[in-house]
């Protein structure tokens, strides 16, 4: 205090001198001032450095991908960057882990984030002048079981398309790259050069001093207190040296970020795991070895396995029953000065693995266990981290939940960097949007599902895969309790929907497979069902706002590349980026004069709607935005009976001249009042009705009920997928998403490039145009035979990689397979030939005209103008 009034007395001095012996200053501002300078001191004194009162961007956590995100955006030439960190750089997870790099991931774009990471730590130490310890000697996914050979063989297929190397090989050249394996049980192994592991604490030593080069200030000890967003979207952000106003915040901070998060109003679903480690003391055949083996990672018995000097070290993953959470921090909170310590290890609980390890390694029965590391790593329910801005606040990031930070902080500081610093992500990761979860994700949701994804970390990933823990959430349609026993659920953003529906001799339940399995059957009955009679299907886990308002109109012509449709229409739209690649697909309906209803994926509901109210807000339009997602329930009504079964209900004309194609009217269904959308996904005659939930139900009654006579069931969503394809519509997330532009995915019908608007993108657009594609979006058939594409399945041409699909799927109606693809332009043409990697065997395929169906406003049209002729 005595300190705070000299500084006073110092401001006064000050001022009297220099206005003639007259105080101009309030006494409020000179005691600010004074207290400001005293912080600044006390901050300098603690800190070893000058405290800064603004920020471009503030990181809060300094674990290596804090520091990763400092160094990035530092060297991009951000000016003001601050990371603070609440005790000391690698404190939480990043100290203590074992350091795992693979270029591996069954994902499609997290491996450019793996293959980013490495580039990085191979060139960190020249550039930085600090040691990494990064060690190269590749590694080996085991192989033991025939679904094990199946999976590897998928995913080279999902590799052979990117820049990493991966290698199928077999039990002798396994034992080549690692001499001290037993063979006896080794089918296969999966081999990527340059995999390894770095020494995480040098590796985050090494960010740091790249970041303080570019010119980023790292604070520590420096805890934030509170975070406080101010009405021009910046953030306060307190902490015990003072407060930094940040254009933007960032929550890095592993396993306190619920804690960050709940100081603005955010329950972010991560949870600490135990993870557990084992370090051998030097084992002799290691010692005599002539270079380091590579890593192995035994799939069936769970385990990682590495070198570590001239012992091993292994780390396992138990089984979802015997893993421990540390699930009293989500409710308590981590304990104070929780940082560099580790949890109590359990040797019992891990030994189930360890048996296998030895069998495996034997050299391990032998080995002395000279450490175990217990420690707390933070999962989400998906596994997956949360990273990206987040909806409902301006201007806050996540970059947390990371189970692999190590492999991931790399990739992911830069790819967060260039989406700060260029206003768009640089490619498509929505798997890893935090705004993937919403108020459902609660906290029994978020333990069981957490428990599961750590239980099942090396089990066979399928493609279609469906895991069941914690389902269903509080997120349910009006027909769920209906449908559940009828069909084999899928899981959408908290929700459950349909995939396929059961009969009598069915072979029921999720039974995955590489190949056709139980639901192949199934699901060509339920296309013929479409096409031939009529069809409901729940669609209600669809995303659904409300825009209205004096500037709706103008707004949603900045964010969307069509014309906004006219009260009562209804028009499929896309908001692009600013380089001009798709962002999102939205059905828009102009509901009443300036009132539109705008209508997106389950998988992008959060993801849309940020970027629809960042727009809003940053252009400061008049407008009010509503998310009514879960108070509307969607039945869609398909097939050429769909009419007849909606006249019997209602007094509407429901003829084709009294209810048009992409018109939207409000009617009753039974007396029940419902929206209804002449619109159907998969092509034929049909209607979307959006319905208030609590009516669901006697709606969906009601139609069964109205059909029985024109053949009326139920269908779900893999049915849709195969009449959409072909119909030769396109999937956001496959077709067209961030890696993608319009014009190369056949979208130019509904890009309005001369619309007076400037539309996000537009310039970008043009310029694509100008230039020329060089790849396009094709429509091919396949010769195959008890497997279909699904999507990112290399392509092959003479030899070489030309492309990828997107989206397959079979085709009931032509009885072959069926796909959208990516290829070279000259590749295009109709009948050129190519080949598709399948599980290993590349099956001819060739490039025809679209669709193979034509759509049901397109027969119709097609046959009344042959009548008009006649």
Known sequence: MSRILNLIKVQLRRDLAAHGGTARLPLRTICCTARKQAEESDASTVLGKRWKDTAETVIIG????????????????????VLLEKSELTAGSTWHAAGL?????????????????????????????????????????????????????????RT??????????????????????????????????????????????????????????????????????????????????????????????????REVGKMIGFDHPTIPVHHQYVVTATVPEVKALKKEVAVIRDLEGSYYLRQERDGLLFGPYEKMEKMVLQDSWVRDGVPPGFGKELFESDLDRIMEHVEMAMEMVPVLKKADIINIVSGPITYTPDLLPMVGPHQGVRNYWTAIGFGYGVIHAGGIGKFLSDWIVNGEPPYDLIECDPNRYGKWTDVPFMCAKARESYGFNNVVGYPKEERFAGRPTIRTSGIYELLKDKA???????????????????????????????????????????????????????????????????????????TMPKVGITNISHML????????????????????????????????????????????????????????????????????????LTEEDMSDAGFKFLHCKSIKLAGIPVRAIRISYTGELGWELYIDQKNMAAVYQAMM??????????????????????????????????????????????????????????????????????????????????????????????????????????????????????????????????????????????????????????????????????
């Open 101 to 157: 790099t693979t270029y591996y991931h069954p994902g499609i774009n997290l491996k450019k984030v793996h293959y980013d990471s490495i580039k990085l730590y191979e060139r960190l130490e020249a550039e930085t002048g600090q040691a990494v310890g990064f060690h190269q000697p590749g590694s080996v996914r085991i192989a033991s079981t025939a679904a094990r050979v199946d999976e590897m063989k998928y995913q080279m297929t």
């Open 577 to 648: 980026t600013p380089t001009g690649r798709v962002y999102a697909e939205v059905t828009i309906t102009q509901l009443a004069p300036g009132e539109f209803l705008l209508i997106t994926g389950s998988g992008s509901e959060l993801h849309d709607l940020r970027w629809i109210e960042t727009e809003a807000a940053d252009g400061g339009y008049d407008v009010d935005i509503s998310n009514v997602t879960e108070d509307i329930g969607v039945l869609g009504i398909a097939g050429p009976n769909s009419r007849k079964v909606l006249q019997k």
């Open 705 to 870: 009920e109205a059909g029985k006579d024109e053949g009326i069931d139920n269908f779900g969503t893999y049915a849709m997928s195969s009449l959409r394809l072909e119909k030769g519509f396109r999937g956001w997330g496959a077709e067209m998403n961030c890696d993608t532009n319009p014009l190369e995915a056949g979208l130019d019908y509904f890009i309005k490039l001369n619309k007076p608007a400037d539309f996000i993108g537009k310039a970008a657009l043009q310029q694509i145009k100008a230039k020329g594609l060089k790849r396009k979006l094709s429509y091919i058939t396949l010769d195959t035979d008890d497997i279909d594409p699904e999507g990112n399945e290399t392509i092959w041409h003479n030899g070489k990689v030309v492309g990828n699909t997107t989206s397959g799927a079979y085709s009931y109606s032509s009885q072959q397979s069926l796909a959208f693809a990516y290829l070279p332009v000259e590749l295009c043409s109709v009948g050129q030939k190519v080949e598709v990697e399948l599980l290993g065997r590349k099956y001819p395929a060739m490039v025809i005209q679209e669709p193979l169906v034509l759509t049901e406003p397109t027969r119709t049209r097609l046959q009344k103008k042959a009548k008009g002729k006649a």
């Open 160 to 257: 052979h398309w990117h820049v990493t190397p991966q290698y199928l090989i077999g039990p002798e050249k396994v034992q080549e790259y690692f001499p001290l394996i037993n063979i006896d049980k080794v089918l296969a192994g999966l081999y990527t050069p340059g995999d390894g592991h770095i020494d995480p604490y040098s590796l985050t030593m090494a960010l740091a001093a790249g970041a303080r080069m570019y010119g980023a200030q790292i604070y520590n000890p420096a805890p934030v207190t509170a975070l406080n967003p101010t009405a021009d979207g910046k953030w306060d952000v307190q902490t015990p040296h003072g407060t930094i106003r940040a254009n933007r915040i960032v929550n890095a901070t592993g396993f306190w970020a």
């Open 488 to 562: 084999s659920m899928g899981f959408h953003a908290g929700w459950e929907q349909p995939h396929w529906f059961y009969k009598p001799g069915d072979d029921t339940g999720y039974k995955p497979s590489f190949r056709r399995t139980n639901w192949f059957g199934p699901v060509g009955r339920e296309c013929r069902l479409v096409m031939e009679k009529v069809g409901v299907i729940d669609l209600t886990p669809f995303g659904k706002f409300v825009v209205k308002g004096k500037d709706s109109h103008k707004l949603l012509d900045r964010l969307f590349a069509n």
């Open 62 to 81: 300094g674990g290596c991908v804090g520091v990763s995100l400092a160094y990035h955006l530092a060297k991009a030439g951000m000016k003001d960057v």
